[in-house]
């Protein structure tokens, strides 16, 4: 007994120094965090080459993208730099022999985007070749004595000098470079770049094992529309002829040639109206005919590779997790590697014929890292942000509910910190996008959603993952089409009406915001659902599904897997499933915040709700526009302001509940030294 207490002592102890040497997370810090985006591993398995983002620090470097680097990882996760500081590493793959990685990088007095090779031995990297536009993609060949690359046409002759002069007129959608295949010998001392001639836009290429011959992934025009919809795996030879091509439709996703070239899989979609590519196909190179490895599978199949010349070995969402697992492609017997629940893995980057793997995964823990799976053992490599060690971290756990309908649905809710059970809090409900997309139960932590920030300032945070949403199959991914702002958002409410019952939510005190199709969501909540809401923050959404339409880069996919119609088909249906149709009833305050350069959800969705807001003027409405910016802030700047924007929104009404509008400015100059 004696010993016993003296156990609880100590363990009651051990966790009062842990909670006293904790902190909490600032919103800077969360915006700053590093992550792993790539990783290569060498052919023996003993050194894996990755790519570190590492964001630029607010109010002290000047605004622009992240930094990349380029480090080198061994199994014992040791660490060591190979090309940092204020750089940005593109692709890596180590040389055929393994002596060296090829990088793409713009350094020094590089006009573009040119190809690099660093020694393993140590040395400096070596500028291989700079192309007359940036290099956007390379593969290098089995024997190591062939690259091949894409880099866009040209500009034509005398544009910057034109432009100069004033003639900068824009043709809409004309005037576009379609990507090209070139090839460099490598067996030169100059290598020069040959052109392969192929009249299609080329999105990616890798070379077919044992073979002179590349797999691309092809489009008829440079259209973001033909990308996603009308895209086709083909193998050409390096004079451009077509040797097969995959007889596919609908999206696409990662491809692989078995170790002997002789075999071919790929991802794609079940159809052309698949919201989400997830299949596991296996294509027939002689007739171009494919077929399904694991029908009917429950989940979406994100990534694959080859163990050997029979068993593929793919990644795949199931629910709000990720598993692992090998099929033998000729009798179908699969199995799992990794089961789910170590860690949400985003990338399978290497296997080995013993079945040691590599993989990108992250935690609820930490972001994207290096794993290596060695002998059957799972081990994580690398550890970018060593001090999230420090932070105190937030519960975080899977909750399942049921639709008013009964259909079951699944979610991640982020407690806040010292919750006690029984106690109402508020709570930021976070609408994913897509809605081909699904929250996992992992990294969740972003300028957009700053759940430990959040849960430190007594805010839960709750994630839906609706009908439509991707993880569940296909039959789950399509149950939201043709019925905009349907089911698919009353799932939202009732959601909410779930963690009010369980004595979570503060019924008075909900908040809601997403960005792109969570955008639409967080505007329908604001105007059609508005009892529902306190709150809103609304991030490149969709205000009026009629103009959409018409001012999107994605027409034909939003015809083909979510509306399933035009809108000359049912102007009245598409005007009643638009917010601006809704805005006189609207009583939830809202902030709408849009990248000025966005092309998928043109800004003009958050200015027409603004203005029919505005002009109602029945609630508080307040429009940010971030130039610069696409669908989604990519600047530290942009992005710090967004999270001070959308936590002073979700205080001011959720916590202070307060009356009006909070002030617009935010204290940036007094951070400036």
Same mark, same amino acid.
């Not at 004696?2 to 102890?13: Q, S």
């Not at 004309?174 to 460099?184: D, F, M, N, P």
């Not at 793997?357 to 060593?386: Q, W, Y």
């Not at 958002?489 to 960005?515: C, W």
């Given at each position: ?43 023996? &398995? ?17 605004? &622009? ?76 060949? &089995? ?8 880099? =866009? ?63 691309? =992934? ?37 491809? !692989? ?52 010349? $029979? ?31 170590? !860690? ?27 794993? =290596? ?16 060690? $420090? ?102 409410? $009732? ?54 339409? &018409?001012?999107? $880069? ?45 092309? =998928? ?73």
């Amino acid at each position: 007994m004696t010993r016993w207490l003296l156990v609880l002592i100590t363990l009651a102890l051990s966790l009062q120094t842990a909670h006293a040497t904790s902190r909490d997370i600032t919103l800077e810090e969360t915006i700053t965090v590093k992550r792993v985006t790539q990783a290569v591993t060498n052919d023996d &398995g003993t050194l894996t080459a990755f790519v570190r983002v590492r964001p630029r620090t607010p109010y002290k470097d000047d605004d &622009g993208t992240a930094y990349s680097e380029l480090f080198v990882v061994n199994n014992e996760g040791r660490v060591t730099p190979f090309v940092t500081g204020d750089v940005r590493i593109g692709q890596i793959q180590f040389a055929a022999d393994d002596s060296a990685i090829f990088y793409l990088s713009q350094r020094g007095d590089d006009k573009h985007t040119s190809l690099y090779k660093l020694p393993i031995g140590g040395g400096e990297s070596t500028r291989i070749y700079q192309h007359k536009v940036a290099i956007s993609s390379f593969s290098v060949s &089995g024997d190591g004595n062939t690259i091949a690359f894409l880099a =866009r046409e040209p500009q034509p002759e005398k544009t910057e000098e034109l432009a100069r002069k004033g003639f900068r007129a824009q043709v809409y959608e004309e005037q576009t470079r379609k990507a090209q295949l070139w090839t460099l010998d490598l067996s030169t001392e100059a290598p020069e770049a040959s052109l392969v001639e192929i009249d299609e836009h080329i999105h990616s290429l890798a070379f077919r094992p044992g073979h002179n011959q590349v797999l691309l =992934r092809v489009a008829p025009t440079t259209l973001v529309d033909d990308d996603l919809m009308l895209s086709q795996y083909a193998v050409f030879d390096l004079e451009g002829n077509e040797v097969a091509r995959m007889q596919s439709v609908g999206k696409l996703g990662q491809a !692989a040639f078995s170790p002997n070239g002789a075999k071919f899989a790929f991802i794609g979609g079940e159809d052309q109206h698949d919201p989400k590519e997830g299949r596991l196909y296996v294509g027939n190179l002689d007739d171009g005919s494919v077929r399904e490895l694991v029908p009917g599978f429950p989940g979406h199949i994100v990534d694959l590779a080859w163990q050997d010349n $029979d068993h593929v070995i793919w990644l795949a969402d199931v629910n709000v997790e990720t598993d692992l697992r090998r099929t033998n492609v000729n009798n179908g017997q699969t199995n799992v590697v990794v089961a789910e629940g170590k !860690a949400i893995f985003t990338r399978l980057n290497h296997v080995r014929s013993n079945g040691d793997l590599t993989l990108i995964g992250h935690h609820a823990s930490h972001p994207t890292e290096v794993f =290596r799976v060695i002998g059957g053992e799972l081990t994580r490599l690398t550890d970018s942000n060593p001090w999230l060690a $420090d932070i105190r971290q937030p519960r975080q756990e899977v909750i399942v509910h049921e639709a008013r309908d009964g259909l079951r649905l699944e979610g991640i809710l982020v407690y806040p910190h010292n919750y006690q059970p029984g106690t109402p809090v508020p709570v930021i409900m976070s609408i994913h996008g897509g809605p081909e997309a699904h929250v996992r139960n992992g990294w969740n932590n972003s300028y957009s959603n700053p759940i430990w920030y959040a849960a430190q300032q007594g805010f839960a945070t709750f994630f839906p993952n609706y009908r439509g949403s991707t993880g569940r199959g296909v039959n789950f991914s399509k149950l939201g089409q043709n019925d905009y702002a349907g089911k698919e958002f009353d799932d939202i409410v $009732d959601a909410k009406e779930h963690l009010v019952a369980i004595g979570l939510a503060d019924p008075e005190r909900v908040g809601i915001t997403g960005g792109s199709y969570g955008g639409y969501a967080s505007a329908w909540g604001a105007t059609k659902q508005t009892e529902h809401f306190a709150a809103s923050v609304m991030f490149v959404g969709i205000s009026n599904n009629l103009s959409k339409f &018409g001012t999107t $880069d994605i027409p034909n996919e939003m015809h083909l897997v979510h509306a399933r119609s035009y809108p000359w088909d049912k102007w009245q249906w598409y005007l009643e499933r638009s917010p601006i149709y809704w805005a006189e009833q609207a009583r939830t305050p809202i902030l709408i915040m849009h990248g000025a350069e966005d092309t =998928r959800v043109h800004p003009s969705q958050s200015m027409e709700l603004y203005r029919y807001l505005k002009v109602h003027g029945n609630v508080p409405v307040r429009l940010v526009l971030y130039p610069g910016e696409g669908h989604g802030n990519q600047r530290v700047g942009s992005q710090l302001d967004y999270a001070l924007r959308l936590m002073r929104w979700m205080n001011f009404y959720l916590v202070e509940q307060g009356e009006g509008i909070p002030p617009h400015e935010l204290p940036h100059a007094e951070h400036l030294d």
